[in-house]
């Protein structure tokens, strides 16, 4: 377990940084500081996640492109186990998280396979994009 983990622990309890500096005195206070701010923003942006994806805005948009992509899968055509998945992703451009012309339908077997993620993945999903934006505009 790293240092960052152990140390989170304590802040998730509620332990406050002069508490948590008596049981690690080595780590020095301002690195302290630093782990709970980190602590602090992966708790917002968990709970900005969680309202987001349980929100009607969400539960609409994931209607919209289950009836676009007809219930099945973007890259393979299954129509077993479907997800959304963001083509650019939400850390490139979090500006388009809820932007239907950026979500397209997989599933599982393709979410997981790794061919959305690092920078093949992005090129591999940017083309997708594409070709799912010029679907969109022939209907």
Request: proline residues 2%; glycine residues 6%; aromatic residues 8%.
């Amino acid at each position: 377990m790293s240092q960052y983990n152990s140390i989170k622990l304590f802040f998730e309890k509620g332990y406050s940084v002069e508490e948590v500096n008596k049981k690690f005195p080595h780590i020095g206070k301002l690195l302290l500081y630093k782990y709970l701010k980190i602590y602090r923003l992966e708790r917002f942006n968990q709970d900005a996640k969680n309202v987001l994806y349980h929100s009607a805005k969400w539960k609409e948009l994931r209607r919209q492109v289950i009836a676009r992509d007809g219930r099945k899968c973007h890259q393979c055509g299954s129509t077993k186990t479907l997800q959304l998945e963001h083509c650019i992703p939400k850390s490139l451009r979090p500006d388009l998280i809820a932007d239907l012309t950026n979500l397209v339908l997989l599933c599982a077997k393709c979410h997981k396979s790794g061919s959305t993620f690092g920078r093949k993945g992005i090129r591999n999903t940017v083309k997708a994009r594409a070709k799912l934006l010029k679907k969109i505009s022939e209907t």
